[in-house]
């Protein structure tokens, strides 16, 4: 079973930084890919950012040119690096690993319990 945790969420002024992290454990196959997602109060959770398992990054619109994906594969961790943050980024991040059954002809989403970014303005 895949676990995942992040970590690095928190209260930030306005044109700060946060560093989140997220750790996989479990054994992952077929990894289709990893990312980041964010729900804001009374909004639908939102693609941040996503690095296929052969790909470039994919980024939304509104992060692009802020916010960094990066892997370190040795770690078995995720991060997003947040810069100049704004109060509309404000919202809980999770972190996502999809995998591909073929066996079962599907995908997997597993997600981790989120971490809270605040940002004021």
């Known amino acids: 079973q895949v676990q995942l945790v992040e970590s690095g969420g928190g209260l930030v002024q306005a044109g700060g930084s946060l560093r989140l992290s997220c750790s996989t454990s479990g054994r992952i196959v077929s990894l289709t890919s990893m990312g980041w997602y964010r729900q804001a109060p009374g909004k639908q959770r939102e693609l941040v950012a996503t690095?296929?398992?052969?790909?470039?990054?994919n980024y939304a619109d509104s992060v692009k040119g802020r916010f960094t994906i990066s892997r370190d594969n040795a770690k078995n961790t995720l991060y997003l690096q947040m810069n100049s943050l704004k109060p509309e980024d404000t919202g809980v991040y999770y972190c996502?690993?999809?995998?591909?059954?073929?066996?079962?002809?599907?995908?997997?989403?597993?997600w981790g319990q989120g971490t809270q970014v605040t940002v004021s303005s």
């Open positions: 690095i296929p398992g052969g790909g470039s990054p």
């Open positions: 996502n690993v999809q995998t591909m059954s073929f066996l079962a002809g599907r995908l997997y989403d597993y």
